[in-house]
């Protein structure tokens, strides 16, 4: 079975087995903290154990990369790393906002730029997002492109949670310019959304993103034909271990990706 397949088996097993949990009481269950250094919740634990147990039933030869569960060797001949973010979003999902998702993608390396697959499923209705290295990205069955043209409404995503009251102060004057400025709390999907032309660009200069939140989305925004940039507008790149943070930007285009980087504080 292609890698592909394998992420969207498993991305299809956690969508049925959390989809009449969210929002219900059993969700929130505490399992501590967890690799990422989160709480772990029941949700995220049912979620996580979902594609272990069938990555091992299958025999795929790997090793894990969980928000929850940490590093997790399946095998001693790994073909690769599973990055894995089983529910992205949980504080939605606990609450039952109808806005979270799985990531799940495959690295050949150490590397966020040697990902091939990704997939982002979300967990509210089922649908899927996915792409393959080379091979395009799909919306359920079908391709799926950035906004390239100049849009009725300007949709402009950034995750301010959390954020320092200097990186507020940078970001003032597009909050001040755009009319339409979007943050739904699970970033993978949000990246999906973006990679689907629903927004022009997509930003977190927070500094605080895993890697187990950008890994599919990274191959679902490059191959949907977005630019994916780091703070210094390098192309994004980094290593997958528990202690790295990013910070990106997300662009449908040049044009737009100008326009914001101009209105941001310096
Ligand atoms: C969180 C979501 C959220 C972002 C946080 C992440 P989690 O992921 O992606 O949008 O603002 O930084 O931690 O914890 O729900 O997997
Ligand atoms: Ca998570």
Redesign the pocket.
Known sequence: MDVIEILRKASNKIYENVKDLAGTEDAAGDFGVGAGG?ISRNIDIIAEKTVLDYLKEINFECVVLG?ECGRVELSNKPKGFIIM?A?????NAVRGVPFFCSSLAFATEDKLSSITDGVITNLSNGEMYWASKNKGAFFNNKQIKVHKKNPIYKIVGI?T?GASIELMNKLHPIFKNHDHVRHF????LEMAMFARGLMDIFIDLRN???IQ?IAAGYVIVKEAGGMLLDENLNPLDADLSYETRVSFIAAANQEILDEIMSQINN
């Open positions: 989160d928000e973010d529910i992205d979003g949980s504080a995750n949670s709390g699970a970033n993978a605080k993103i895993r939140d």
